[in-house]
């Protein structure tokens, strides 16, 4: 019986699995001006204990690019929820800074998918996020995706364009179309703004602190 208890144990929860998520491979277009982002990651791990990496970024099509890659040590802790904890880096345009990171994952009620994070980086400051999107399926393959997104930075970083308080909200709704479940190219449109003192900071810099943008692009998983 052990090996047949060894057996039940490896199928039913102890398997090891890898996995890459594109969540959004996109160009937009709005307000005068053009770019591009990415917003990916993956794990590898079993149920319980997960190495976690996490991606995003973007630029416009002269050059200019910025983004961020995370590397996590992931815990399920609820049945639709994990802890992870781990350092984050920037890279590209902006000041290449090093964050600790710690924060949470998982499906909220309503099906709702969160991912909320708080930063910590090498020069003291505080920053946090949360990200938020449901699948509406209108059919077997067509869905429709609303995201919300929503930053904050305990201080002033005037390096990175922030102030303290509430700095970005962003809102969309994606349509896309699931030719397989793993390859869907979608069109959509977002909102976004920057809040209090970054969106004063903004304005300093000649930036509308308010943009609405026309996306397409792919989402896709393997």
Avoid: C, N
Wanted: proline content about 3%; aromatic content about 12%; cysteine-free.
């Amino acid at each position: 019986m052990a090996d047949a208890r060894a057996m039940l144990r490896a199928e039913t929860g102890a398997m090891t699995t890898t996995a890459v998520v594109i969540d959004r491979l996109e160009a937009w277009s709005g307000d005068g001006a053009e770019g591009w982002l990415w917003d990916m990651g993956g794990w590898h791990g079993g149920d319980i204990h997960r190495f976690w990496w996490k991606s995003e970024g973007g630029g416009d099509f002269h050059g200019s690019a910025s983004g961020e890659v995370q590397a996590l040590y992931s815990r399920a802790v609820r049945p639709f929820w994990d802890v992870q904890a781990g350092v984050r880096q920037d890279f590209g345009d902006g000041p290449d800074t090093t964050h600790l990171v710690l924060g949470v994952q998982g499906l909220a009620p309503y099906w709702w998918e969160v991912d909320a994070a708080a930063f910590l980086s090498t020069r003291g400051d505080l920053a946090a996020r949360v990200e938020a999107e449901y699948d509406l399926r209108i059919t077997q393959r067509l869905v429709l995706q609303p995201r919300l997104e929503v930053e904050a930075s305990a201080s002033d970083v005037p390096e990175r364009g922030l102030g303290s308080g509430l700095t970005h909200v962003e809102a969309g709704l994606r349509l896309r179309y699931e030719f397989v479940r793993e390859f869907a190219p979608y069109v959509g449109v977002e909102w976004s703004r920057h809040l209090g003192r970054t969106a004063d900071l903004a304005r300093a810099r000649g930036d509308d602190p308010e943009a609405v943008r026309w996306v397409v692009g792919v989402k896709a998983w393997f």
